[in-house]
């Protein structure tokens, strides 16, 4: 038996493995070593098939593989809403927290397919944080929520993240027709349906959505119609059957009225079986036809690229075996492959096993049963490992209201993504079912590993790491990207000279030379936000006469194309709330809590937080300054002479700064005043030096020409303005007062432009009455969410999360999803009611 040592990050195995596998990847290793020089250690080594593994190894410890996951607020949102999401980022087969990218793509889809906004979110040390509003298309849907690296780009969908969030705009929302189109895949185990030779053959059925569909059928003989087997799903449409097919023969199955068709038997080759026994072993069958009917073959398996098993397996009258034990493999889709002696794949077989060594027990308490309006909550979130040893790590909680829409308890999370999706090829339907207790569990991931188990890692392609091709590596910082021009041909410049700075200071400077085509990459800045940046670029010989094009930001990224299905966008199941708000529209909700957000970030911009005083018996605001603060909550003023750091941002993300205002490409500038909300909002007028004017023109002003921004919101204020100001009002004025556009002509070889960074972090509304919001405040709170909290750090295995109930009497779900030091992800829920 050969043993393939711990790639990236094994040292941060997890401490609670049992002796067996201890033993078996730390001991074992120096006895080959030992025996390596030996003759016939030597022979073995110099084996095609030997080689073959120690390639697969190398890629392994040279490629690690990033794994994206997002833990979000909700599993749907109502339009007004704001997407909030945690970042996990994982690397190597121990999900190490992944110090490879430092940036994170997140992007957000309509239910028609476009492109609606992608930000980059800064990885530190294996996690991040970010929000999304959904105010771009008003348009009830599947939205899909995107999330990927660059580097895991090279490796497949799986390794990102991907999932469809119902978005809604109204209560009820009509349900679509059913689907009536099926089709149905057949799978022979090992890969091949092989004359001769009795194998299982699994099959899956799904609907034009992609979801399994229960079905039942005939299987035949295509040559003479002789029914040579019955079908019937067990599970999500899945199923198998056993067939022992003839030389030259052919196949197929009648399904409703349906015919498919059977993969073709193939005349001899290697069918790699695999079972459980009574010991907790798996059991592999290797049977064979043909020129390996008596040989010896490799087989060896691998749990997320990490080798456990390699054994030679001897091959009499066409059949051989050998077994495992089961603790020996970490919990995860085991990889199966028989090789053969020129070291080609000839067989896989993948087997979904759950180590219990590997397992969380982590416990979510509360410290009442029930609530109050407006009163603290404290929970206490504590993990230990298998072995009852507390386990430190990070994890992100939300609380929301449960009885809004259905919790989907068996849907992705952090365990799910971690340990099974990542590795298995296509869409898992209720993922969470094969981590559940339930007694068919095993039986229905089995039949998972059938029909879905194929080739995350592709064997076609394990050859010396030098012979990869990559499209992408590991990005350090955000990359600004162009290319210089000849003045007069219009033609890429190579050799070109470009001096790069960054800030409105220069404090960062470097000099490249543009490639072949006239093209320059400047990597790995670290910017957050929008910074300003200055290009001078000089050709070969010296002189300015060139032009400077800048690429857009993410141009080197891809768009999915893939269809948003829509069939199983459901209702929402209102209606079980308790007391007056059970009729509470909640769009109005949705907005609401997003205009909390924003007043929030007026109140912390002004710096009034501190001024809310509280004793320990009563909370006294004075009521004057409460007053001209009402007053002086509809119209926000920005002064670039008070705040001159936002000089270096553009023009729309300075006047993304002021609270009710959302400014963005796709559909300009829009304002939320107080007798309209963000869905169905009018225009903004937009003034500057007090002429109308167009947004365009503003957005593309200097900022250093800019002196003031106000905006208008409240009824009182637009009032003036007739029904021109029914969007609110945005007024800019310059410091020369002559609505100077700062359209100078453009220096020769020289170019100002600003650079795209890492999303700022948005802060989520939780409001601590009595603390820093009185208590007695007249506002009605009717947040969904009630709380979010992207990122907790969990010291001696144990983390406490505070947070206030808001006003609406209801039951709420609180989800925390982690990760320990080890690389183990977990999830806990908890329901508690307010009354």
């Given at each position: 038996m050969y043993h393939i040592a711990p790639n990236y990050s094994s040292c941060c195995m997890n401490k609670s493995m049992n002796t067996f596998r201890t033993i078996f990847q730390f001991i074992l290793p120096l006895l080959l070593v030992i025996t390596a020089f030996l003759p016939e250690s030597k022979a073995q080594q110099n084996r095609p098939d030997v080689q073959f593994i120690q390639q697969f190894k190398a890629l392994q410890q040279n490629l690690p593989r990033e794994r994206v996951y997002l833990h979000t607020d909700r599993q749907w949102y109502m339009y007004g809403d704001r997407i909030w999401f945690s970042v996990y980022l994982t690397a190597g087969s121990m999900n190490a927290p992944s110090l490879l990218s430092r940036v994170v793509y997140v992007e957000l889809y309509s239910p028609d397919g476009d492109l609606v906004d992608r930000i980059a979110i800064k990885n530190e040390e294996g996690r991040g944080r970010g929000s999304f509003p959904i105010t771009y298309e008003e348009q009830a849907g599947n939205y899909r929520l995107k999330a990927y690296t660059a580097w895991s780009l090279n490796f497949g969908e799986t390794y990102g993240f991907s999932r469809d969030i119902p978005v809604y705009l109204e209560e009820n929302i009509p349900e679509t027709d059913p689907e009536t189109e099926f089709d149905?895949?057949?799978?022979?185990?090992?890969?091949?349906?092989?004359?001769?030779?009795?194998?299982?053959?699994?099959?899956?059925?799904?609907?034009?959505?992609?979801?399994?569909?229960?079905?039942?059928?005939?299987?035949?003989?295509?040559d003479d119609d002789e029914e040579v087997a019955v079908i019937e799903s067990e599970h999500l449409g899945m199923g198998v059957f056993t067939l022992t097919p003839g030389e030259g023969e052919r196949y197929y199955a009648e399904i409703d009225g349906k015919r498919f068709n059977l993969p073709p038997v193939r005349a001899e080759g290697v069918v790699l079986q695999v079972s459980e026994n009574e010991h907790d072993q798996y059991f592999l069958r290797v049977r064979s036809s043909g020129a390996v009917t008596n040989s010896s073959l490799l087989v060896f398996g691998h749990v997320r690229g990490e080798i456990y098993l390699a054994t030679s397996v001897d091959i009499f009258d066409g059949s051989g075996f050998t077994v495992a034990p089961k603790n020996m493999f970490p919990t995860g889709p085991v990889h199966f492959t028989v090789l053969g002696n020129g070291g080609a794949p000839l067989s896989e077989r993948l087997?979904?096993?759950?180590?219990?060594?590997?397992?969380?027990?982590?416990?979510?308490?509360?410290?009442?049963?029930?609530?109050?309006?407006?009163?603290?909550?404290?929970?206490?979130?504590?993990?230990?490992?298998?072995?009852?040893?507390?386990?430190?790590?990070?994890?992100?909680?939300?609380?929301?209201?449960?009885?809004?829409?259905?919790?989907?308890?068996?849907?992705?999370?952090?365990e799910t993504k971690l340990l099974l999706e990542s590795d298995v090829a296509g869409h898992i339907e209720n993922p969470g079912y094969y981590f559940s207790r339930d007694e068919e569990r095993k039986r229905a991931a089995d039949l998972l590993m059938l029909t879905q188990g194929w080739r995350a890692f592709d064997m076609d392609n394990v050859r010396p790491v030098e012979e990869i091709e990559l499209a992408s590596l590991p990005e350090e910082g955000i990359t600004v990207e162009g290319q210089i021009q000849g003045g007069w041909s219009g033609r890429g410049l190579p050799g070109a000279t470009v001096v790069f700075s960054l800030g409105s200071d220069h404090e960062e400077m470097q000099i490249i030379e543009t490639d072949d085509e006239g093209h320059f990459f400047i990597p790995d800045l670290d910017v957050t936000g929008s910074k300003p940046m200055s290009i001078r670029a000089n050709n070969s010989d010296g002189g300015d006469n060139v032009i400077i094009r800048l690429s857009e930001p993410y141009s080197h990224l891809p768009i999915d194309t893939t269809h948003i299905s829509q069939v199983d966008f459901s209702p929402l199941a209102i209606g079980d709330t308790t007391g007056d708000d059970s009729a509470d529209d909640l769009t109005a909700r949705a907005e609401s809590t997003q205009a909390q957000v924003e007043d929030f970030a007026d109140v912390q911009m002004r710096g009034e937080l501190d001024e809310v005083v509280v004793s320990a018996e009563k909370e006294t605001v004075d009521e004057s300054e409460r007053d001209l603060r009402a007053r002086e909550a509809g119209s926000q003023r920005i002064d670039l002479d008070e705040r001159p750091a936002l000089r270096n941002l553009q023009v729309e993300n300075i006047v993304n700064q002021i609270p009710g205002v959302s400014a963005n490409p796709a559909v300009g500038v829009l304002i939320r005043t107080g007798g309209t909300s963000f869905s169905g909002r009018p225009s903004p007028l937009i003034l500057l030096d007090g002429i109308q004017t167009s947004w365009d023109v503003v957005k593309n002003l200097p900022p250093n020409d800019i002196k003031t921004i106000n905006v208008f919101r409240r009824a009182t204020e637009l009032a003036a303005y007739g029904t021109r100001g029914a969007g609110g009002v945005l007024s800019v004025r310059t410091r020369t007062g002559s609505s100077v556009s700062g359209s100078e002509e453009p220096k020769r070889g020289f170019k100002n432009a600003f650079v795209e960074g890492y999303q700022t972090p948005t802060r989520f509304y939780s409001p601590r009455y009595g603390l820093n919001v009185p208590k007695d405040l007249e506002q009605k709170d009717t947040r969904i969410t009630m709380h979010w909290e992207p990122e907790i750090s969990m010291d001696d295995g144990e983390a406490t999360i505070q947070f206030w109930t808001n006003d609406i009497p209801s039951r709420y779900r609180v989800v925390v999803e982690g990760i320990t030091d080890f690389g183990i992800p977990f999830s806990e829920t908890l329901v508690y009611d307010v009354n």
């Open positions: 149905v895949g057949f799978y022979p185990e090992g890969g091949d349906l092989i004359a001769g030779i009795e194998s299982r053959v699994g099959f899956k059925a799904v609907n034009q959505s992609g979801l399994g569909k229960s079905i039942n059928g005939v299987v035949y003989n295509r087997a979904f096993n759950i180590n219990p060594t590997d397992t969380i027990a982590s416990t979510l308490s509360a410290d009442q049963d029930s609530y109050q309006q407006r009163e603290e909550v404290n929970l206490t979130l504590t993990v230990k490992d298998a072995e009852g040893e507390t386990a430190n790590g990070t994890a992100s909680v939300t609380v929301f209201d449960d009885r809004l829409h259905e919790y989907q308890s068996e849907a992705s999370n952090i």
